[in-house]
Structure formats: C-alpha cells, structure tokens
DNA sequence: CTGGCTATCCTTAGGCA
DNA sequence: ATGCCTAAGGATAGCCA
C-alpha cells in the first residue's frame, strides 16, 4: 500500500518495521471494533508487541476493556473448544484422557478395602 | 466502502449482515497475519459469530491453529497483565493491597516486642 | 447460498516538517 | 521519536449470474 507495493515477508529495517508496527496496530483494533458493530458478534484481538530494550512488551487487545477480552476468551474456551472438538487433536486428547482420569478415581474410590483384587493391575 | 458509505451500525437486513460478517471476517484475519509477517509479533483473533438456528456458534480464529491461540492468550495472561498493572486499576488496587499487606507483616515481625509504642497507631 | 465484478471508500508506505 | 500528507494499493457493499 502507499507509495509502492510491499512484499509480505518481515520488514528488515527495524525503523520502518516500528512505524508500520503502530500503524497496522492500529488498522486492525479499528476493523476489529467496525466488525464486532456491524455484525453485532463478538471479536476479539490480542497484539503482544516486539521485544524491546528496556521497555515491557507493549501489549494491545480490542477490545480494551480487560474484563470484555477475558469474557470473550472464555466463551472461546466452552464454545469454540467444543465445536472444534472434532477438529483439534490436542483438544481431543485432552478430552480423552480427563475422561480416563475421572474413570480412574472413581475406580480408586470404589474399590477401598479390595486392593488385593487389582494386584498386578496397574490403576 | 464499496457502493456507497457505511454508517457505522449494527446492519439490519439480516442478509447484508452475513455477507459483511463472511466478507469481514476473512478481511479482518487476512490483516491479522499480515500484521504478523510483517512486524514478527504474536497477534491473535479470536471471533465469536453470530448465533444461527440448528449451527453451532461459527468460531474462528488466526491463527487457526489453536495451540498457537492458547500459546498467545497464556502470554498475554502473564505479560499483557504485567504490563497493565499501571493502567488497569483492579490490578493497580490489588498490587498495592499486596505491598500494603506485605508491610504491615514485616512491621509486625519486626516489631515483636514493641507493641507499646504503637499504641494509638492502626497497623 | 456461492462466487465474481467494480465503483468507491479505506488503509497505509514513504516523505517531510 | 511524533505527527500530518498523499499517492497507490487494498478492502468491500451492492449487484448480478
């Protein structure tokens, strides 16, 4: 964009890559805000900026309001964890084995007083 | 943009609204990872679509894989609440609670002994 | 709905003060 | 760094097939 194309690869110049850094930054909270108001849905978006000498890590969210992003975060986590279920390994696993863990106390519970049968058995 | 401007407002035809929330969305997470390239800093979206009749909530985020969505809100959670503990007042008021307590047991630690010469002052 | 098309508006890279 | 300016390229609302 502006006078020129750019490539899509990371802006070597560090100087321009900083003014581009705050610009972008800024067009993107802004598509984010326009987005969550003309569709009326919730939209979320967490920049953590680069590393710099002497400075913390400049961070960034839409929307600004900590409190919003950490509700938007959690439906996330039910919601969007739920419907990609099928799709995400890790979530599937995860899944998995907290269903494993949960049988496996309850067996342990069940069971006091009849070690001696689960000998051998690795529970 | 397009035909004509948009007023920035919920979109009441419910068919427009979709077609933006389609075309916004690609347009919102296609900024997102050019942001990304070009600054080489973690960005995350995470969009909640609107709610629809016999569908799941359509959730999508960038980056799509969601190890590196989890990755980017655990960093957030520790470094972004760092960085905001000056700015976001829960936090500032819980830090000073904090130091406050902190206080209060290291005088009364050191001051076993020396109860009579508080008297009179709240600690 | 699904996928182009395009007139218009928007974003922004590079300059300059 | 800090903030405007502007030309170019990008995004997209409304249409149409």
């Given at each position: 964009m502006g006078r020129g194309k750019l490539t899509m690869?990371?802006?070597?110049?560090e100087r321009s890559r900083m003014i581009t850094y705050h610009k972008r930054k800024k067009g993107l909270t802004k598509k984010a805000r326009e987005f969550q108001i003309l569709c009326g849905v919730d939209a979320c978006v967490i920049i953590l900026g680069p590393k710099q000498n002497n400075h913390p890590v400049d961070v960034e969210t839409w929307p600004t309001d900590l409190v919003e992003v950490r509700r938007i975060i959690n439906r996330f986590r039910s919601e969007g964890a739920d419907r990609k279920k099928t799709q995400d390994l890790s979530y599937f696993f995860e899944a998995r084995k907290k269903k494993v863990d949960d049988e496996i106390a309850k067996l342990r519970k069940s069971l006091h007083g009849k070690q001696s049968s689960l000998r051998g058995i690795i529970v």
């Open positions: 690869e990371l802006i070597c110049n």
